[in-house]
């Protein structure tokens, strides 16, 4: 964190900073329970960053799906509120302060972490995809995800990198890891484009996947947006060993969360993805839980066991 955030001689900016990142915390309590029980997993400073992450993300995403539209703003009105975000961001990101709580949080984890606008950035040109964009080609489709999702997931890197525990990566390793990071990134995006399939093509009328009409949606469509997502999350899972213990804890849950819900939608008939929003139960989501702290006492008992042979 910056250290000023936490300099008793500064009071006023240590209670607006904690301020700033419970806000944060109760925007992904809202809006995601799956990344919000992934994130009781990691140490509470590096939860706190990732939930800061999180909330930018979530602002950003409000704008341009529909809450900046029902509150009357006109489509011109609602590009400005992104670039004035995009822009308080950049600011924050140099002050390390900004008026705006969500955006405050997220400059005290870039600053920390080594986030900069060659992530940000991308992220929110994205964003401004979604005010302009109906439909996608092959090229545009993979700038956005890199953009929308991918950099997501190499933001969370910067903060696990940073975490207890992080192993020194080299540079070969640390290749690894943001190939990891970015695949679970455009993994969750493409799973949140076929359980969305119907709010995207009918209420925004977007059609995210080239060749694909949402509107005539097949089963064969379906199937192979499945198997890449399931291609996308073994290139992520590969690349667990990398993190600190707590952090492939908690990304290895996230994962399992999102693999659950892939193979639900594999499930569901294809037009049923055009009347209704697959979910996993809380029930399921609790149980994957429980799985994944499992196996991680169950290796390090296993560990123990080995090191008392020795």
């Known amino acids: 964190?910056?250290?000023?955030?936490?300099?008793?001689?500064?009071?006023?900016?240590?209670?607006?900073?904690?301020?700033?990142?419970?806000?944060?915390?109760?925007?992904?309590?809202?809006?995601?329970?799956?990344?919000?029980?992934?994130?009781?997993?990691?140490?509470?400073?590096?939860?706190?960053?990732?939930?800061?992450?999180?909330?930018?993300?979530?602002?950003?995403?409000e704008i341009v799906d529909g809450v900046a539209l029902q509150a009357g703003l006109e489509p011109r009105a609602i590009a400005a509120c992104l670039d004035d975000l995009e822009a308080e961001t950049e600011r924050a990101m140099e002050r390390g302060y900004s008026t705006n709580l969500v955006v405050h949080a997220f400059a005290l984890t870039a600053r920390s972490t080594g986030i900069g606008p060659e992530l940000t950035a991308p992220f929110f040109a994205s964003m401004r995809a979604d005010l302009t964009t109906g439909e996608h080609d092959a090229r545009s489709l993979e700038d956005y995800i890199y953009g929308s999702a991918e950099v997501i997931g190499l933001m969370c890197l910067q903060v696990?990198?940073?975490?207890?525990?992080?192993?020194?990566?080299?540079?070969?390793?640390?290749?690894?890891?943001?190939?990891?990071?970015?695949?679970?990134?455009?993994?969750?995006?493409?799973?949140?484009?076929?359980?969305?399939?119907?709010?995207?093509?009918?209420e925004l009328g977007r059609a995210y996947f080239?060749?694909?009409?949402?509107?005539?949606?097949?089963?064969q469509d379906k199937q192979r947006l499945v198997e890449q997502i399931e291609q996308d999350l073994d290139k992520a899972r590969a690349g667990l060993a990398l993190l600190a213990p707590a952090a492939a804890r908690a990304v290895r849950l996230a994962h399992d969360l999102f693999q659950e819900l892939n193979r639900q939608l594999a499930k569901a008939p294809a037009e049923a993805l055009l009347r209704t929003r697959i979910s996993v139960s809380p029930g399921r989501k609790a149980m994957i839980a429980v799985r994944v702290l499992l196996?991680?006492?169950?290796?390090?008992?296993?560990s123990h066991i080995m090191e008392g042979r020795h």
């Open 1 to 61: 964190m910056d250290p000023r955030e936490l300099d008793p001689r500064t009071p006023a900016l240590h209670l607006y900073s904690r301020t700033a990142q419970r806000s944060s915390k109760v925007l992904l309590r809202q809006y995601s329970t799956s990344f919000s029980l992934a994130c009781r997993l990691l140490d509470a400073a590096s939860a706190t960053r990732i939930a800061n992450i999180y909330a930018l993300v979530r602002l950003a995403d």
């Open 295 to 302: 196996a991680r006492q169950g290796k390090t008992q296993t």
């Open 160 to 202: 696990f990198m940073a975490m207890p525990g992080a192993m020194p990566l080299g540079a070969e390793q640390e290749d690894q890891a943001k190939l990891a990071a970015r695949s679970l990134g455009a993994a969750f995006q493409k799973v949140n484009f076929l359980r969305d399939l119907m709010q995207d093509s009918q």
């Open 210 to 219: 080239p060749g694909i009409d949402p509107e005539a949606f097949g089963e």
